[in-house]
């Protein structure tokens, strides 16, 4: 399982654990849980009248009730009997002017009355979650960005936007691509490039990756190496669907030889920890912090670097705050990194 972490800035900050793995929008489609909105389905049919029947009951008085809701008596009084029609149960016992609940009544309206604080509870959510100043943005980004680029970006952007909300997602490039098309992101900062149909992306930076070595390899003591001279070493990288695996795997194509796997992880820390163990040697972005017992050499004779950029859903709808770190982003084109 590959780790993920989210958490949400709000105050004070909460963090949480979830499990890293991604639902396609069509498992979300097809889930039991999920009401199937069929012509002729119950939700269809119901879905209208519960406010209505919710209001008689609780005045137990149909004029009452349609005055209430803004609409005529009659009109009131016939959605209930098509209500109790469409079920084939009686709601109501009527008393003349007046009526109450039968036992069934009762358990439709706890039932109708939950669905109702559900809706207005999600009503009141998406509207936050959209407000100019306080909204809320759902932001995705790599395990590789978070120790100093992300804070630093979250910082610069909460200059002018306070009380933005971030719900903040950590995982590698496929995995929040498919959150995006999920619906369950708004932006992501991801490397490689995505060039997929449904996604627009563009680069905000180039970030020069280094073969790290071993402080006493027997290339510790060089400036640069040719990648082609590590053939008959052993790599230590990242699992198969990150980003950096593709971009290692195809250094090492380029350099004429396929890298010999010692260990496939999940963090580039853990990755340079083990170079610093002897396990082997890896390509990976600088570190943020300096980590004793390796060397970080410079690549000769290619281009071994890996593109950052942000990548959204085409064609989604943004709300003012996710449009606003958007633009944000956008202007930080060559700036991203420290």
Excluded at 125 to 144: I, M, W
Excluded at 182 to 193: N, V
Excluded at 197 to 205: H, I, T
Excluded at 224 to 231: P, Q
């Amino acid at each position: 399982m590959r780790p993920m972490h989210k958490s949400e800035i709000i105050v004070p900050v909460q963090h949480e654990r979830r499990s890293p793995d991604v639902v396609p929008p069509s498992r979300v489609r097809n889930s039991p849980k999920a009401a199937e909105l069929e012509p002729d389905s119950w939700a269809t049919v119901l879905a209208p009248r519960l406010a209505q029947f919710a209001a008689v009951a609780r005045h137990e008085h149909v004029t009452r009730a349609a005055q209430q809701l803004g609409v005529p008596q009659s009109t009131l009084s016939r959605a209930m009997v098509r209500l109790e029609n469409d079920l084939g149960v009686t709601l109501f016992a009527r008393h003349g002017r007046t009526v109450s609940l039968t036992t069934a009544g009762r358990t439709f309206l706890r039932s109708a009355e939950r669905a109702l604080a559900e809706v207005e509870r999600s009503a009141v959510t998406v509207r936050a979650n959209a407000d100019p100043e306080s909204g809320r943005v759902a932001f995705g980004f790599l395990h590789t960005l978070g120790t100093e680029t992300v804070p630093a970006l979250l910082r610069a952007f909460r200059v002018d936007h306070p009380r933005v909300q971030f719900q903040l997602v950590q995982n590698y490039g496929e995995a929040m691509l498919e959150r995006l098309r999920a619906g369950e992101l708004d932006l992501c900062l991801t490397s490689p490039m995505p060039d997929d149909a449904d996604l627009v992306a563009r680069r905000l930076d180039v970030q020069r990756l280094y073969l790290v070595v071993p402080a006493d390899h027997r290339l510790a003591a060089r400036k640069r190496v040719h990648l082609s001279e590590t053939a008959g070493e052993l790599f230590v990288t990242l699992e198969p669907g990150y980003g950096m695996r593709k971009i290692t795997d195809a250094l090492c194509a380029e350099a004429g030889f396929t890298p010999k796997i010692a260990f496939e992880g999940e963090e580039a820390e853990t990755l340079r920890g083990l170079v610093a163990a002897g396990l082997g040697v890896a390509l990976l972005p600088p570190s943020a912090v300096p980590r004793p017992g390796v060397v970080e050499l410079t690549v000769a004779g290619q281009r071994a670097v890996r593109e950052i950029g942000v990548a959204w859903l085409d064609g989604h709808p943004e709300t003012p705050p996710v449009a606003a770190f958007k633009r944000f982003l956008l202007g930080r084109r060559d700036q991203l990194l420290p």
